[in-house]
């Protein structure tokens, strides 16, 4: 077995047979991010009464796991969550924090 390692990717030869595996996604935890969503001013309404029912959605990149989500805000413009949450971090040179809005109805994305 030969065992070769560039840029962060490791890649073993069995005889005539080759099998890779990234490193990064074999990394252990690093850290945890804390996230604390406060509020959102000013949000476009997006249902026929002038009203939207907002949440939002986070995520590392390069995670596999599944975003997490605040609760549905009904009926709001300006919402408040002041929810918490914590993100398990593998790369933090890498990783991103992605938060995106969504009125609940339409699932779509504010623009």
């Known amino acids: 077995m030969v065992c070769l390692t560039f840029n962060s990717f490791m890649y ?4 005539s047979r080759e099998c890779y595996w990234d490193l990064r996604a074999l990394r252990r935890p690093v850290g945890i991010l804390h996230v604390k969503v406060l509020h959102a001013m ?23 796991m599944p ?3 605040t609760t549905v ?4 413009l300006n919402p408040e969550w002041n929810e918490e949450f914590n993100l398990v971090v593998k790369d933090p040179e890498t990783q ?4 995106n809005v969504f009125d609940w109805e339409q699932v779509n994305l504010w623009s």
Do not use: R
């Open 96 to 99: 991103v924090l992605q938060l």
């Open 73 to 76: 805000k009904h009926k709001n």
């Open 12 to 15: 073993f030869f069995f005889f």
């Open 67 to 69: 975003s997490k989500k």
């Open 42 to 64: 000013k949000l476009k309404k997006k249902d026929l009464l002038g009203a939207s029912d907002p949440y939002v959605k986070l995520k590392l990149t390069d995670d596999k």
